[in-house]
């Protein structure tokens, strides 16, 4: 499992690299993050600055599912 995040509220930083991640690694699946964190965003949940009197957080949960064997 990998936990991407960042302190940017930019989706090209954010979304944006996550959609690209998926297009080119195959097997590799995005999760579910609790609704009670964020926004929800295409890829992933944003926290805005203004929300909660913090910095903007991005973060999204992924996970790499292994090739099956062939043969």
Do not use: M, W
């Not at 991407?4 to 998926?22: G, H, K, M, R």
């Not at 195959?26 to 965003?41: M, N, S, T, V």
């Amino acid at each position: 499992v990998l936990l991407y995040a960042t302190c940017s509220v930019l989706p090209q930083e954010n979304s944006d690299n996550i959609a690209a991640f998926l297009q080119r690694t195959p097997g590799a699946r995005e999760l579910d993050i609790a609704g009670a964190f964020g926004l929800k965003q295409a890829h992933g949940r944003q926290l805005l600055p203004q929300a909660d009197g913090h910095d903007g957080f991005y973060y999204a949960k992924l996970i790499k599912i292994a090739a099956a064997p062939r043969g």
